[in-house]
């Protein structure tokens, strides 16, 4: 016999950490394609920490994405009782036919082969025969093949012959997300703060973990209140053995439930279902049964219902089904407040207003809170628009992939890489495209340094607003990262941006980055992100030509509104610099010699003062002329590289780097 599976474990109630995100994506690959690849797969972990789960995840994904699939799922020991049950009755062919012609076969605990000789041969001949059929097999045990004592040696090649994959004991954020989704699925409301205390807690597996969440509300349901972290250490005695023990015993505490037959002894709740369900089997009037009936449904779902126990107290209240309607209406508008607040702060959604439709008013109030709270990413400068950018032969390359992007955002060049050395205009380019971005409708651009990706993260650990932070991002329609290459050695950032990037391009949402140089030349970047990087378009930025030079002389002067020299611009156009933040400097050393000498800005002056011809004076005239030339940043992004911090005089400090 066969044991079915259970509806409850798929893969939309896994909840996938670092300790089994592998296990969990070769089982959705052999989900999506039975018998094409891992083919068997084998799952090992300790006890308590998901492999069942998984196990039947996998059948319920296959059987969704293939409904004629012949799928079985069966523990070993059922495996055993079968085979021994067809061979006493002369069928042992039959039941060979029968697991032969299994599309995915599903085998828990295959650790109890140890010592049985007889049903390691009989699995060696189904693995086989079910691999040369093209047909999957999954396996599960608490050790890896090598280590299940007395297993046949062709046994174990053939069953690690596929993938064998561990499962590991879920870390702290894991842990906190099981917790969260498994209170979430029992209807049970925790003050913030409780369900992380429970996180910290040493256990072994999830069962452990599980049991710990069942201690916390029957502890709040014996005692009618809600607990806080404080309370959850005495609970789960960890504060030391004086404050453990007797609380301990309270959670250990059977819990009646609201809506259990056995509230009662003083459980006004209990009493008052109990009166309900007498009124209903008697039949004494179909309203009240009606009321009851709603009562007992949105209890049970968890939300308070003083309004439709109010009717009850009455003798006849009129339009009860309109008053059954509004509650059922205010309910829906609560979950969709709460819906909507889960995904800008987890933590706020566990707030009780979103619990009770008599405070429906607070609960919208509570969500406009959150909503204004859940400010946008950083986006891009207005400092750097695309119709400022100098375009010339070294980067029309660059420039053309980037109105190529706009064109078709998300599609054309996904992801989009500037590359290049510092100075050269990547992160005007990158603010440029960003600020034609915003003009798309519902737009919501992210652009900002890696730096200060990195900087947000760790303020989003530091605060438990993880959740949040991510969330924040995931809304963008586009993300825009300067610097790429700071990401060397933050390996938790490099993950938050891997699964940022996969969300994000699956959306066709643009994703656009700099870095100092090719993606795959760049030490400390994870070869995951890379590759991704890679399969986009990577665009190169090189020195400035004439074209580009002359373009930002001219706009630069201009701005300032002085007439530019046609005889000034060529002469620096025509000086040796590898970078447009090297022109600028050029630029800003003739204008600060006009500036001190009170002079005319001119060819013969730069030539002067960069051919080392011209006296410096460093005086500065008693009356203020604003001969200097001055670009804002306006809030820019924020980067010791990007700033030039140390000039020779102190009037050479009028213009910040060109970006």
Known sequence: MTSALNPKYSFDTFVVGAA?????????????????????LFIYSGSGLGKTHLLMAVGHAAKKAAPKLNIEYLT?????????????????????????????????????????????????RLTEALQAAGRQIVLTSDRPPPEIADLDERLISRLSGGLVVDMGTPDY????????????????????????????????????????????????????????????????????????????????????????????????????????TVTVGKAVEAWRARVGEAVLRWEGEGYRTHRLEALLQRDAPGAVDDAIAAFAEDVERLKALEAEVAELDPQAAGQSVFRDPERLSEAEEAAAKVRDGAAPPPGPSAAFPLATFAVGPSNQVAVSAARAALERPGKKYNPLVLVGKSGLGKTHLLNAIGLELTRGKRAVVACLSTQAFIDELIAAIDGDRVDWWRARYRRATALLLDDIHLLTGKERTQEELFNLFNLLQD?????????????????????????????????????????VKRAVLERLLTQQGTNPEPALVDYLADRPTDSVRSLVSLLQRVLGAAAAQ??????????????????????????????????????????????????????????????
């Open 20 to 40: 089994n995100r592998l296990a969990v994506t070769a089982g959705r690959t052999v989900a999506e394609s039975p018998g094409a690849a891992y083919n068997p």
């Open 76 to 124: 070993l020991d059922e495996y055993v009782e079968a085979f021994h049950a067809s061979v006493a009755a002369g069928q042992g062919d039959a039941f060979r036919r029968r697991f032969q012609n299994v599309d995915v076969l599903l085998v828990d605990d295959v650790q109890f082969l140890t010592n049985r000789k007889e049903m390691q041969s009989e699995l060696l």
């Open 173 to 276: 954020e894991t842990r906190v997300a099981i917790l969260r989704r498994k209170a979430e699925e029992r209807g049970a409301r925790f003050e913030p703060g409780v369900l992380e205390t429970v996180a910290q807690a040493e256990v072994g597996n999830v069962r452990e973990l599980m049991g710990a969440l069942n201690r916390l509300v029957a502890f709040q349901a014996v005692n009618d209140t809600s607990i806080n972290a404080e309370t959850v250490k005495q609970i789960l005695g960890l504060v030391g053995e004086e404050g453990g023990t007797a609380p301990a015993g309270d959670g250990r505490a059977a819990a009646p439930g609201k809506g259990g037959g056995g509230a009662g002894g003083g459980d006004e709740f209990g009493e008052f279902l109990a009166d309900v």
């Open 507 to 547: 959306k066709d949402r643009q994703l656009v980055f700099t870095a100092p140089a090719h993606p795959n030349t760049l030490s400390g970047l994870e070869e995951r992100i890379v590759s991704r990087l890679e399969g986009g378009l990577v665009a190169e930025l090189k020195e400035p030509d004439r074209d």
């Open 598 to 659: 009170d002079g005319p800005l001119s060819a013969g002056l730069a030539r002067e003062v960069l051919e080392g011809q011209a006296p410096r004076d460093t005086r500065r005239p008693s009356g203020f002329r604003a001969s200097g030339l001055v670009v804002s940043s306006l809030g820019g992004i924020k980067s010791r590289e990007k700033v030039v911090w140390d000039w020779d005089d102190v009037s050479d400090r009028v213009i910040e780097e060109f970006r």
